[in-house]
């Protein structure tokens, strides 16, 4: 009902007010990150880097695709947090000598690589009819070659980055983004959910190859969640009125915010996650383990 999406819309704005005025914990000082994916301004991407800054993170390399919003965000970080160098960079995080040539810059200017985010991806909703192999293969190149790429070439720099790293930091930290379309049937494309279910290995499977060296390799699975993503499923329903039934099968009866997939990264970043690996974590409103069955 109406009155359900405004109580809903009015929880969500308290939360994220909530967070925007929190203070600064300094739980990222000193960090050198990467982040792909941070062009969208409702994005989940965005919303981590501005996270990360507000966490005292020492330097931020942020890529994508599109180049529109890169210098704003530049200025948002760096205009609110002096104390935070933000470099932007237009390219595609499923290239591996971007990746790698970024991954080389930071070791080159900072001489050490904290937290690789993976986040860049795309998503499509068609039948397994109406897929073609080419976009069966872009699916899986953006969303699944970015993170074998982003751990390939993160890893490396985290382990040469190793002796030096001072006792204060632990080791490195390589976030994945998947969905909980990666974990079980999902509601969109067979090949987006293969994609995401590709990553959530990757993070299990990465994490026991890279055993003894300190670097810790876990996915995000987000649920549904408002950004320029899912921006045509939030029109769509603004303009028949029915914004209020988005999530009402949700546990939590709504769709979630970037800022809350953010903290999710902010936590698997921060050395409070120094014994978190090779997981997939949901982040979902519990959607995810609550299998509502559609009438
Ligand atoms: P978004 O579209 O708002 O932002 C994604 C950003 O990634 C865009 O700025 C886009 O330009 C960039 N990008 C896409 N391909 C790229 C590439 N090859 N190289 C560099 N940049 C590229 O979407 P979002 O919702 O913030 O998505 C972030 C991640 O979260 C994605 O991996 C997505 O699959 C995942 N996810 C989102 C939802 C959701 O409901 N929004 C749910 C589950 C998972």
Do not use: W
């Amino acid at each position: 009902s109406e009155e359900f999406y405004k109580r809903t819309v009015a929880r969500l704005q308290r939360i994220q007010g909530h967070l925007a005025e929190a203070p600064r914990s300094g739980r990222l000082r000193g960090k050198v990150c990467v982040i792909t994916g941070v062009g969208s301004v409702k994005g989940i991407g965005r919303a981590t880097a501005m996270l990360f800054a507000h966490e005292g993170a020492k330097h931020l390399y942020l890529l994508d695709f599109d180049e529109t919003n890169l210098p704003d965000l530049k200025q948002a970080i760096e205009g609110k947090y002096p104390d935070v160098k933000a470099t932007v960079q237009q390219g595609d995080a499923s290239d591996e000598e971007t990746i790698e040539n970024l991954v080389k810059r930071a070791m080159q200017e900072e001489g050490r690589l904290d937290v690789f985010y993976a986040n860049a991806g795309i998503a499509t909703i068609d039948s397994v009819h109406n897929t073609s192999t080419e976009v069966f293969m872009r699916v899986m190149r953006i969303n699944a070659l970015s993170c074998f790429i982003a751990i390939k070439h993160a890893s490396l720099a985290m382990m040469k980055a190793n002796p030096s790293r001072g006792k204060e930091h632990s080791g490195g930290s390589i976030i994945l983004t998947a969905s909980v379309a990666g974990l079980r049937s999902g509601a969109g494309s067979v090949d987006y959910s293969a994609s995401k279910a590709a990553v959530n290995n990757m993070a299990q499977t990465a994490s026991y190859q890279l055993r003894n060296s300190d670097i810790r390799v876990n996915s995000i699975c987000p649920g549904l969640i408002e950004t320029g993503m899912t921006a045509q499923t939030f029109d769509y329903a603004a303009s028949r009125g029915t914004t209020g039934k988005i999530g009402q099968l949700n546990p939590m009866g709504r769709y979630g915010v970037a800022q809350e997939i953010a903290n999710m990264a902010l936590f698997l970043a921060s050395d409070e996650a120094s014994y978190v690996n090779g997981q997939n974590y949901a982040v979902d409103g519990g959607l995810s383990s609550s299998h509502p069955v559609a009438p």
